[in-house]
Structure formats: structure tokens, C-alpha cells
């Protein structure tokens, strides 16, 4: 179903936004020395938009519940608080990101939704904002991210192209297939199942109540 004006323009102007945060907040991150004080909240702020731009565009695909998405946005800042014993010179080498910053992670958190199903949502959406925040670390140069460590300790780079690409990438997503009105269905993950014939039970939707047959009176021979 396509939208009107007025709901076409609302559902431009989210992405369009992020998209402009993202692309300003990075810039001024590149240009800003290096420092925690300045350079933290450019690259978090860039990190939040480069998340939620990119939520927004899975979920053209997927239906989730609101805590999928809350967790992925959530990690796509958080998986950074890593740094903070590198600054503090407690471990690791501060030439480097933290090993936290790698494939590993995504794994031990892929795995934790599969052994734990009541927290499948939530665990599958943080994966999810982990691999938005490392293909952004990516294209912001050297260091890189060890993203097969511990197989390999090699960095993986890209250049600002990279980010350009991520950011159209999404923007465009979002907004041709909300301006299309396409797919037309969504893959539904994480959703209750209703049990067929389950009287009370709650859907996505809302409550189900069962479908009474009507009444209906015996008219005498």
C-alpha cells in the first residue's frame, strides 16, 4: 500500500535526517585530533545515526518487536565502552582496537541467543547493531578492526567510500521501498505464534477472542 503525501513526507524525512547526522557528525569526527573528550561524542553520535539509519532500513524486510531494534541501536554505541580500560592503559595496546571489536563478539552473542530463546530477540538485535558499528569502524582508516581475530590479527581498513556507500545504501533502501509500498509482506521473527483455535491468546495485533457461531432459533414445524 503507498503512502499519501503527507505520510510519504513523514517517512522521508526520518531517514533523510539520520542519513545528514551521520554524514556531518562523521566529518567533523575526521577533522577534530584525536581525543576522548572531542572526538567521543562526534563518533558516538555518528555511530547512533549510522545504527538507527540502518535499522530502519532491515526493517523494510523483517517484523520484530520493539526490543530487536532498541537492543540493536543500543550496541551499535555501547560494543565502544571496550576502550575504556585501552585509555586507561590497563590492557591492550592503544595502536589498536580492543579484540572485542571483531567477529568473535558477534559470535559469542549469536550464540547466546540460540542457548537462551526467552532473550533471542534482544541478543539477535544486539548482533545486529555490532556489525553496523564495526563497518563504520572500518571505513574510518587505520587502526582498522581485527574483525577474524583471534584466526587473524589483521586490520581491516576501507576508505571514507566505504561509509558513503553504507549511508546511500540504507537511505535508499528506506525510502524507495516505503515509497513503493514494497515488500508487500515482511519476514515476522521473534513474534508470539498464535496456536490455532487458542482461545485468549495474544497476537502481535492485539488480543485474539474466539469467534462464537451465532445462535439461531428453530423455527417450529
Do not use: K
Amino acid at each position: 500500500m503507498r503512502l499519501g503525501g503527507r505520510e510519504l513526507i513523514r517517512s522521508w524525512a526520518v531517514p533523510v535526517l539520520l542519513a545528514g547526522v551521520a554524514l556531518a557528525f562523521d566529518a567533523a569526527d575526521r577533522r577534530v585530533p584525536f581525543s576522548v573528550l572531542a572526538s567521543g561524542p562526534l563518533d558516538e553520535t555518528a555511530h547512533l545515526a549510522t545504527g538507527a539509519l540502518g535499522l530502519l532500513a532491515l526493517s523494510c524486510f523483517i517484523g520484530a518487536p520493539r526490543r530487536f531494534y532498541v537492543a540493536g541501536l543500543i550496541a551499535s554505541v555501547a560494543i565502544d565502552l571496550d576502550h575504556i580500560p585501552l585509555y586507561l592503559g590497563l590492557l591492550g595496546n592503544q595502536g589498536q582496537r580492543p579484540v572485542t571489536h571483531s567477529l568473535t563478539t558477534v559470535l559469542v552473542v549469536v550464540v547466546a541467543a540460540v542457548l537462551f530463546p526467552r532473550h533471542r530477540a534482544v541478543l539477535a538485535g544486539a548482533a545486529t547493531g555490532l556489525l553496523i558499528h564495526f563497518a563504520r569502524d572500518i571505513a574510518e582508516g587505520p587502526p582498522g578492526v581485527r574483525m577474524l581475530w583471534p584466526l587473524s590479527n589483521t586490520a581491516w581498513t576501507a576508505s571514507l567510500w566505504w561509509f558513503l556507500g553504507m549511508i546511500i545504501t540504507f537511505t535508499l533502501v528506506r525510502l524507495v521501498l516505503v515509497t513503493a509500498g514494497l515488500p508487500r509482506t515482511r519476514v515476522r521473527l521473534f513474534l508470539p505464534l498464535v496456536p490455532a483455535g487458542h482461545a485468549g491468546s495474544v497476537s502481535p495485533q492485539g488480543p485474539v477472542r474466539p469467534i462464537r457461531p451465532e445462535r439461531t432459533s428453530r423455527q417450529p414445524r
